[in-house]
């Protein structure tokens, strides 16, 4: 079975496949400060009962990724796979500096690559709000990076006097009438709007329509206040990229 580890910011997204199909996935805080061994522990807990037979990485915290190799490594007793510009990532990456992109964006770039029609537009909801766009030649080509939802509530909370902390959650109206539900308003509401106003002025550039596809995990929230809905939400696209990527880098050396 393949282990994919999704190495964010705020979190590492685990997903186990057998073959084609996730058949489990598992989120773990990314603590920098956690030793070694207790990943071990929380690798052998979750996978006691599976035969992980392979493993790929993808990793935006540089400070986690040799505990994070190591830990697979010593469970495992296998040599897991990092993605980056050096493996074969499947899709022409047509950034001006192609190694500055993330990991993560890589994966979706690809992901998107092998399952819907192009152009296609992804927007991941992360600690940043990412598009990650795939032109009709099939050629990731860039995107955009804006504040995350959290990201946005903890920001006027750290950098304001009296606004509260508050969390994600559904804005009822958009006049708000009191100072949770502005700031749930400006947040929820606002991003959207960002992605509306965004995604035409994408489409422009590109000269077409593209395919709107939605990961992560605020992408259900946000979709209730889109002018245009997503065509796609699909939770696992990062999970679904990496696992398309191994296969193609360990298919290619056998």
């Keep these: 079975?393949?282990?994919t580890a999704d190495i964010g910011n705020t979190s590492i997204t685990l997903g186990l496949f057998e073959d084609d199909a996730l058949v489990e996935e598992f989120r773990l805080a990314s603590d920098k400060d956690?030793?070694?061994e207790e990943y071990e522990v929380l690798l052998k807990s979750l996978f006691k009962n599976f035969n992980v037979s392979g493993c790929i990485i993808?990793?935006?915290v540089e400070e986690l990724n040799e505990k994070f190799k190591n830990a697979v490594k010593n469970v495992f007793k296998l040599e897991p796979l990092f993605l980056s510009t050096a493996i074969?990532?499947?899709i022409k990456i047509?950034?001006?500096?192609?190694e500055e992109a993330g990991a993560d964006r890589i994966a979706n770039a690809a992901g998107a690559y092998v399952l819907y029609d192009k152009p296609v537009i992804v927007v991941d909801f992360g600690t940043a709000t990412t598009f990650d766009i795939v032109n009709k030649k099939g050629e990731f080509i860039g995107g955009i990076i804006a504040p995350g939802l959290n990201l946005q509530m903890k920001?006027?909370?750290t950098f304001t006097s009296k606004l509260p902390r508050i969390d994600v959650a559904i804005s009822t109206h958009a006049i708000g009438h009191n100072t949770q539900d502005a700031i749930l308003s400006g947040v929820i509401r606002g991003t959207a709007g960002m992605i509306d106003g965004l995604v035409e002025q994408c489409e422009q550039e590109l000269g077409e329509k593209a395919v709107l596809v939605a990961t992560g995990g605020y992408s259900g929230l946000i979709s209730n206040y889109l002018k245009r809905p997503f065509d796609f939400i699909n939770p696992s696209l990062t999970l679904e990229g990496l696992r398309y990527l191994y296969q193609l880098?360990?298919?290619a050396v056998k």
Excluded: F, R
């Design 94 to 98: 047509a950034l001006d500096n192609p």
């Design 34 to 36: 956690l030793p070694l």
């Design 1 to 3: 079975m393949l282990l």
């Design 249 to 251: 880098n360990t298919l």
């Design 88 to 90: 074969n990532t499947g």
């Design 58 to 60: 993808s990793s935006v």
């Design 155 to 157: 920001v006027l909370n």
